[in-house]
């Protein structure tokens, strides 16, 4: 007789380091779905599956994919196991999020270019004046 693991909200967050709140959005979201046990389906039971969930969902967050974007790519995975349209959407979200990235390290580069040329006038500035009070 095969046992199934099942996981307590702050099983996860611990394993995680997340608060349970965290957790919470998360099913807030959709991207986790415990069970509901105890008086009042009060207690959460998560499964194997939703903790797989919450671990992609963390990673895509690293990535610095949005909860909707970790969402529709972890939804893709719940389909049919035909990981051509999987595969496609996660390289389209990829692309599009490398894109996004790749334009606000230009905007950064040419931020940090701007103060070091700040930084070499006020430096020749700062040298004059100190010349002209010897």
Avoid: C, W
């Avoid at 997340?18 to 959005?25: Q, Y």
């Avoid at 509901?36 to 690293?62: C, F, H, I, Q, W």
């Avoid at 040419?110 to 010897?134: G, P």
């Amino acid at each position: 007789m095969a046992t199934t693991t099942t996981h307590s909200i702050s099983d996860l967050a611990k394993e995680f380091d997340l608060t349970t709140r965290a957790i919470r959005f998360y099913e807030d979201m959709g991207l986790l779905q415990p069970q509901r046990e105890g008086p009042g389906g009060r207690n959460r039971v998560y499964s194997a599956r939703d903790r797989t969930r919450l671990k992609l969902t963390l990673r895509a967050k690293r990535l610095g994919l949005s909860l909707t974007e970790a969402k529709e790519i972890i939804d893709t995975y719940d389909s049919p196991r035909d990981t051509g349209p999987q595969l496609k959407k996660f390289l389209a979200v990829l692309a599009q999020h490398r894109k996004q990235l790749e334009e606000q390290m230009a905007d950064l580069q040419a931020n940090l270019d701007e103060v070091k040329v700040h930084e070499k006038e006020a430096r020749a500035l700062l040298a004059k004046t100190a010349k002209t009070a010897k």
